[in-house]
């Protein structure tokens, strides 16, 4: 038996502790917003949170996540996650969309740990995460965007307080 935090609900599940983490999300969980592309870690469709960083969840074993709280996009709802999703729907960003869910995870971890990021530091953040529709540009403002309404957010709640 594992045991899993997965989106802050624990889970025990009798599974072979080499299962890659991805394989636990779609077949055995039914959480198929997380997505299948190379499995081999050099896409970034699969990206979850393991404690709050970006990770390719095609390869990690379930073994290696059993102490760490797992956050896929079903249970994203985060200030920085829901300044992507509007960002993302106002700058039209999906094309085919395959990508997107990994590469909104990795977005969304960025602006939780850089509020203001560059474009240089989008780039880094972003490079693992790719897209055959060539995306690119769109996400890099989106990130922007987002990143902007999360500080005028902060802002107006700070000059309330
Ligand atoms: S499917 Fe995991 S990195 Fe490509
Ligand atoms: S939107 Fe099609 S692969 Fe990225």
């Given at each position: 038996m594992i045991s899993?935090?997965?989106n802050g609900k624990k889970q025990e599940l009798d599974?072979?502790?080499?299962t890659p983490?991805?394989?636990?999300l779609r077949d055995e969980l039914h959480m198929t917003g997380t997505k299948l592309g190379c499995g081999m870690a050099l896409c970034g469709a699969?990206?979850?949170?393991?404690?709050?960083t970006p990770v390719r969840s095609c390869?990690?074993?379930v073994s290696a996540v059993a102490n760490a709280n797992i956050q896929t996009i079903e249970g994203?709802?985060?200030v920085a996650f829901q300044a992507v999703q509007k960002a993302w729907r106002d700058l039209d960003v999906v094309q085919c969309g395959y990508c997107q869910s990994g590469q909104i995870m990795s977005a969304t971890a960025l602006l939780q740990t850089n509020k203001k990021p560059t474009?240089?530091?989008i780039d880094a953040a972003m490079s693992g995460n790719l897209c055959r529709c060539a995306t690119y540009h769109r996400i890099r403002n989106a990130i922007?965007?987002?990143?902007d309404a999360i500080g005028k957010t902060a802002s107006t709640v700070g000059g309330k307080a």
């Amino acid at each position: 038996m594992i045991s899993l935090t997965i989106n802050g609900k624990k889970q025990e599940l009798d599974i072979d502790p080499d299962t890659p983490l991805l394989w636990v999300l779609r077949d055995e969980l039914h959480m198929t917003g997380t997505k299948l592309g190379c499995g081999m870690a050099l896409c970034g469709a699969c990206t979850v949170h393991m404690d709050g960083t970006p990770v390719r969840s095609c390869s990690i074993p379930v073994s290696a996540v059993a102490n760490a709280n797992i956050q896929t996009i079903e249970g994203m709802n985060s200030v920085a996650f829901q300044a992507v999703q509007k960002a993302w729907r106002d700058l039209d960003v999906v094309q085919c969309g395959y990508c997107q869910s990994g590469q909104i995870m990795s977005a969304t971890a960025l602006l939780q740990t850089n509020k203001k990021p560059t474009d240089e530091q989008i780039d880094a953040a972003m490079s693992g995460n790719l897209c055959r529709c060539a995306t690119y540009h769109r996400i890099r403002n989106a990130i922007h965007q987002a990143a902007d309404a999360i500080g005028k957010t902060a802002s107006t709640v700070g000059g309330k307080a």
